[in-house]
């Protein structure tokens, strides 16, 4: 009897890329598949979210006698847990958290990678079951292995990554990452509660049809910007304009549709908040990993996000990414604003 070897697990897509590193210690696959656990914990809650006043309010203890937490404070708990519990991870800083976590175990110090991520990034729409996710990156330590992690383990810009990927919490949950070769996605199966591989090799289309930006900040935008959207909303042969206006303020589902499908999201600084409002560890730098090795770009509007230097664990940067040419159209009218 043939068996159906078409569905392959996370973990045996994860166990089979060693094959081709055979120095490969398995300590990146394991961190890998620590996250895929964390996530699938997170995806049973996130289903019931809908049910909270059935289950307890946020902060009371329902009727198992257990405290029902926030569910960004739930996730960020998931993460950290499975990854200090694990043998991959010597410490995480996360956006739900306001410094860094070193996991001081003898175990945990000899490991010699750091995690960045946004637990439950978009977790206001919850209320209103609009699509939620995870966004984390994975970094090489830069303190010799068998110390505790410093902050300097986390400061590293975005080209220094190993591995980056997101989970979006949609009518599927998929799981999404990236090494630097390449970029693959997963699927949850429900019925074997495994993540099981439906989008191979990821590439961002050239260009597409779809530009992301919230046009209630429009006048708040630079002049360039501003420009580039009335580019998006014109007639035009050559660009294939007017474009579909596609927004829904949970960052991980508008990435991942222009991913897919080609297109260009913008979350622009503005005359109030110039540095804009998503964070460059935790939002941009893992996006900008996974968009990039896809043949897409990310910039902050003057340069790659991936080669910014950060200064702070919860910095902010302006972000533009998206397909390569959609990208290039939008620095063609940028050059005014960085003049
Ligand atoms: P605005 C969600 O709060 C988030 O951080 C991203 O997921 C999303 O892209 C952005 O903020 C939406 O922000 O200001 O347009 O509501």
């Known amino acids: 009897m043939d068996v159906n070897r078409k569905v392959q697990t996370l973990d045996e897509f994860t166990i089979q890329q060693l094959r081709d590193f055979p120095h490969a210690t398995g300590e990146l696959s394991h961190l890998l598949r620590n996250l895929g656990l964390a996530a699938k914990r997170v995806n049973v809650e996130v289903n019931k979210a809908g049910l909270v006043d059935i289950l ?22 998931q993460f950290t847990g499975v990854l200090k519990h694990g043998i991959a991870c010597a410490g995480i800083a996360s956006e739900e958290l306001d410094d860094f976590v ?3 175990d003898p ?16 977790s206001a729409n919850i209320d209103v079951n609009v699509s939620i996710g995870t966004i984390f990156g994975v970094y090489r330590r830069v303190t010799p292995i068998g110390t505790v992690v410093t902050k300097e383990d986390f400061l590293q810009p975005g080209n220094k990554l190993v591995a980056a990927g997101y989970v979006v919490y ?18 949850l199966d429900p019925s074997i509660g495994e993540f099981t591989l439906s989008h191979p090799d990821i590439k961002c289309p050239e260009t597409g049809k779809i530009y992301s930006v919230n046009h209630g900040n429009f006048f708040k935008y630079a002049e360039g910007v501003r420009d580039y959207i009335q580019v998006c909303q014109q007639k035009d042969k050559k660009t294939g304009g007017p474009y579909t206006q596609r ?3 949970s960052m991980v589902s508008d ?9 260009i999201f913008m979350y622009p600084g503005t005359t109030d ?15 900008a990993f996974i968009v990039t090795v896809a043949g897409g770009k990310a910039t902050n509007g003057k340069m790659r996000i991936l080669d910014i230097e950060p200064e702070e664990l919860h910095q902010r ?9 959609m990208m290039e159209e939008l620095e063609s009218y940028q050059e005014k604003d960085n003049k």
């Open 56 to 77: 307890g309010d946020f902060g009371t203890i329902n009727v198992q006698g257990e405290e029902v937490k926030k569910l960004d404070v739930f996730a960020n708990d």
């Open 102 to 104: 070193a996991f001081g």
């Open 107 to 122: 175990k945990s110090v000899q490991s010699k990678y750091v995690c960045v991520y946004d637990p439950l990034d978009g």
């Open 170 to 187: 949609g009518s599927s949950t998929m799981l999404v990452y990236a090494t630097r070769r390449g970029v693959n996605g997963f699927t």
């Open 247 to 249: 927004y829904i303020g």
């Open 255 to 263: 990435v991942h549709r222009n991913l897919i499908k080609g297109g």
């Open 273 to 287: 908040k110039p540095a804009g409002k998503l964070r460059l560890l935790y939002e941009c730098n893992p996006f």
């Open 317 to 325: 940067t302006p972000m533009f990414i998206g397909s390569l040419q």
